[in-house]
């Protein structure tokens, strides 16, 4: 009789804990709900993000790919040829807090390779110190950036990177990721379009804008390669005695 009395006032001890105020029964036949938390998707899993705009006081969103990138159309490339650029340069590489201004050419218009030295130095891998020399041509398109927008820094995000991928143009030192203060990284990016004649001058560019990050990445192609443009709103991850002497740079990035 008194282990049936315990029961029965465990039982109504148990019911006033799960009615007390505030508190809602759980129903037995409905599947428990996860925690939000856990429900929650990390925005790149499957490769995309929300995105979402306001147009008329109302808000809609939708789900966009984190990167989306294609080849450039032929009729979107330059049809004339590049003219050469002053050969000016002012750059300050951001992550060294070191900075450049001079001419990347000779009084004759030859290529001054103690001005190229001193830039790959600027370009050189932040983690190892490591310096590799850039693609020359990188740096006319960088002169010509700043022909462009006369007066104003081009700031160096990222330039060679020797712990990237293989694949990557940082890697083959032929990339840079710039902004310019003051100047819209939509703006830049369709300047940086205007340089590019295309894989049949043995000129393409690679050119993608980072809206996260708040800057664009322009690289020179091996030959033969496709012109290629891209959105990246995913975010960016980004010492040795420097060497008095250039080295040779890589030739054949694959992508």
Known sequence: MRRI??????????????????????????????????ARRNVNDKGTMKQCAERGGKKSCKRVAVFQGHNAAQSALRADPLDKPSGDVWLRAEN?????QGNIYKADGSFDDAALAKLDDLWRDTKSGEVRAVRAQLYEHLSRICDHYPGQRVDLVSGFRFHERDSSR???????DIRIKDISIRELYHFAETLDVGKDEDGALGIGIYPTSQFIHVDYRAPGEPSFRWTDWSGHSSGKKKSPARTQPARKPVS
Do not use: C, N, Q
């Open 5 to 38: 009395v315990l029961l029965i006032a465990a039982g109504l001890m148990i019911g006033f804990a799960a009615f007390e105020p505030g508190s809602v029964a759980a129903d037995p036949t409905k599947p428990a709900k996860p925690a939000k938390a856990s």
């Open 170 to 176: 940082h890697y083959h030192a032929s990339a840079m």
């Open 96 to 100: 060294l807090g070191e900075e450049f």
